[in-house]
């Protein structure tokens, strides 16, 4: 049974930072693609960082500068490092596993609150 956990949501003031976590189970990590995803009220769902299994990475124009995607394969964790938010930022940040064989798995969500 495959599950992805995320944490390190909550409330900050414009300008800080956060780091979040998605701790994957239930599948091979070093083989599965991982992406951050954010949706915000009444918006779609958008790519906000995928990372590859070699490492490489792709950010959303209104990140990049500001947020690092990286993974660790022996803690089966998948990293978002968020600096400089804004209050544009306020969404529920979701992580996304893509295993080789295509089959995707969502976490339940992080609540993620930037304050002006």
């Known amino acids: 049974q495959v599950q992805l956990v995320e944490s390190g949501g909550g409330l900050v003031q414009a300008g800080g930072s956060l780091r979040l976590s998605c701790a994957a189970s239930?599948?091979?990590?070093?083989?599965?693609?991982m992406a951050w995803y954010r949706q915000a009220p009444g918006k779609q769902r958008e790519l906000v960082a995928s990372?590859?299994?070699?490492?490489?990475?792709n950010y959303a124009d209104s990140v990049k500068g500001r947020f690092t995607i990286s993974r660790d394969n022996v803690k089966n964790t998948v990293y978002l490092q968020m600096s400089s938010l804004k209050p544009d930022d306020t969404a529920v940040f979701s992580c996304?596993?893509?295993?080789?064989?295509?089959?995707?798995?969502w976490g339940q969500g992080t609540q993620v609150t930037v304050s002006s």
């Open positions: 996304r596993a893509t295993t080789l064989r295509r089959y995707s798995y």
């Open positions: 239930g599948l091979t990590f070093s083989t599965t693609a």
């Open positions: 990372i590859t299994t070699g490492n490489s990475t």
